[in-house]
C-alpha cells in the first residue's frame, strides 16, 4: 500500500500537489472542468489541515513560444479560484526568485499555483525527460510531495518521480480511488471479470489483450478492431478497418483462447462515413466488398447481454462503434443500458470510451471511470506506473 496524504501531518508544511489540470481549452475557454473538479477533494484536503499548498500541472505539449501562449495555466487559476471560492495565489514562473519568494510568504490553508510545468520543456525537454536537477529544485521549494496526477502516472516527469526522489511522498485522493478500482482487476478480480474491448485499432490493445486474456473469464471484442478479429477468422470485412500488422496476433489469440474470446456475430455498415450515411445491419457473413463496419448490430448486443448478465466485475476500453456520429452510436449506447441495469463492478478504462459513456448520458451507471486513459491501459497491461512506484510504501 503507498501512503496517502492522510499518513502526514500537513500543518504549517510546503505541501507540493501534483494535479492533473490538463483541461480542454478552446477560444481561450475551458470547455469541461472535470478534471479541475476531481482534483477538489485532495487540495481542500491540505487546506483544511493547514498545509502550505503549492499545485502543479501541465497542460498541453510545449515545443514553441506560441504553444506557451496557448497553454497557459493563467485560465486554470481564475476557474480553480472559482470552484474553491478562494484567491488563488498564481505565479508566472516555474522557477526563480518570484515563486520562491511566493512560496516562503505562503500562510497556512494558502495555494498557489505554479505556470504549466511544461514550460520546461522548451530547452531539453527538462520536465519531461525527468532532468534531475530540475526534480532536485522543485522538492526544495516544499517539505511534503502528494502525486494525484494519475492521468501522467505512466510517464516519469521531473514533477512526479523527479520531486518524490527527494521528498517525503504519497497519493492524493484521486489515485487512491484509480487504485482501489483497478488493482484489484489485475490481482483479483470477482468473477465472473467479462472485458470489452473497443476501439479503433488493434495494436493499441496488445498489450491489455496479452494481460487479461489469462486472467479474464471473457473478452468481448467491437470497434473497429473486432473486424482484424473477423478477417483473422477468414470473414469477408469489405472495406471496414483492418489492422494488417496485427492479424497473425489475431490468429494467436482466436487459436489459443477461443472460448474466452467472443466477437460480433452482427454488424451495422455503411459505404461512407458520414453523418447521412444510410446503415445497413447484417449478420457477419453478409458484408458486402463496398461496405465498412461501423458498429456492433442488434443480435451482437443480445449475445453480449448473456455474458454480462453473469458477471461480477466489468472492464471496458473503446467504444464499440464510430460513437461520435449519432445514428452509428447504438451498438455503445445499448451496452452502457446492458451495464445499467447489471449489478457488476462496472468499470471505464478512461480516454475515448469516458467520452462516450458522459456523452450518451451514462455516468452515473459506473462504479469508476477512470480519468488516465493511457495510464490505466498500461495497468492494465500489467506494467507498473513510475508515477506511482516512487512513492513511499505504508509500513503500516
Ligand atoms: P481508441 O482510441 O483505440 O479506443 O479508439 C476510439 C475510436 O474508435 C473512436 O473514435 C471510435 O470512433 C473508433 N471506432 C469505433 N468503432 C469503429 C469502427 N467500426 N471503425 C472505425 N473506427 C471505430
Not at 517539505?143 to 504519497?170: E, K, M, Q
Request: negative net charge.
Amino acid at each position: 500500500m503507498k501512503k496517502t496524504i492522510r499518513d502526514f501531518d500537513l500543518n504549517n508544511k510546503k505541501v507540493i500537489i501534483r494535479v492533473d489540470f490538463n483541461v480542454p481549452i478552446k477560444n481561450q475557454m475551458i470547455t469541461d472542468d472535470t478534471r479541475i473538479k476531481e482534483s477538489l477533494d485532495t487540495i481542500n484536503y491540505a487546506i483544511n489541515n493547514n498545509a502550505k499548498v503549492i499545485l502543479m500541472s501541465h497542460l498541453g505539449r510545449i515545443k514553441t513560444k506560441e504553444d506557451e501562449i496557448k497553454n497557459d495555466l493563467q485560465i486554470v487559476s481564475e476557474r480553480l479560484s472559482k470552484l474553491l471560492n478562494k484567491e488563488i495565489i498564481f505565479i508566472n514562473a516555474t522557477r526563480g526568485i518570484e515563486l520562491e519568494k511566493a512560496i516562503n510568504d505562503l500562510k497556512c490553508g494558502d495555494v498557489l499555483l505554479m505556470q504549466n510545468t511544461r514550460y520546461e520543456d522548451l530547452i531539453d525537454q527538462k520536465e519531461s525527460s525527468n532532468d534531475l536537477r530540475l526534480g532536485k529544485y522543485w522538492a526544495s521549494l516544499g517539505d511534503i510531495y502528494i502525486n494525484d496526477a494519475f492521468g501522467t502516472s505512466h510517464r516519469a516527469h521531473a514533477s512526479n518521480v523527479g520531486i518524490a526522489t527527494y521528498l517525503p511522498s504519497g497519493i492524493g485522493f484521486l489515485i487512491e480511488k484509480e487504485l482501489k478500482y483497478l488493482q484489484p482487476i489485475i490481482n483479483n478480480p470477482k468473477r465472473p471479470f467479462v472485458v470489452i474491448l473497443g476501439g479503433s485499432k488493434v495494436s493499441d490493445k496488445i498489450g491489455v489483450i496479452k494481460n487479461l486474456v489469462n486472467k479474464a473469464d471473457y473478452i468481448l471484442i467491437g470497434g473497429g478492431m473486432a473486424y482484424t478479429f473477423l478477417k483473422a477468422s477468414q470473414i469477408n470485412i469489405g472495406k471496414s478497418l483492418v489492422d494488417e500488422e496485427n492479424i497473425d496476433f489475431c490468429k494467436y489469440v482466436l487459436e489459443n483462447y477461443a472460448d474466452k474470446i467472443i466477437l460480433p456475430i452482427d454488424t451495422v455498415n455503411v459505404e461512407k462515413i458520414e453523418d447521412s450515411a444510410a446503415t445497413r445491419q447484417c449478420f457477419i457473413n453478409e458484408i458486402k466488398e463496398n461496405e465498412i463496419g461501423i458498429d456492433i448490430g442488434y443480435n451482437t448486443l443480445k449475445l453480449f447481454k448473456t455474458y454480462l448478465e453473469q458477471s461480477k466485475t466489468v472492464i471496458w476500453n473503446g467504444p464499440v462503434g464510430i460513437f461520435e456520429i449519432d445514428s452509428f452510436s447504438k451498438g455503445t449506447r445499448g451496452l452502457c443500458e446492458i451495464l445499467k441495469n447489471i449489478s457488476a463492478v462496472k468499470i471505464i478504462g478512461g480516454g475515448d470510451t469516458a467520452s462516450a459513456v458522459i456523452n450518451l448520458g451514462y455516468k452515473d451507471c459506473f462504479d469508476h471511470i477512470s480519468t488516465g486513459g493511457g495510464a490505466s491501459l498500461e495497468l492494465l497491461e500489467g506494467k507498473k506506473l513510475p508515477g506511482i512506484e516512487v512513492i513511499e510504501e505504508n509500513e503500516n
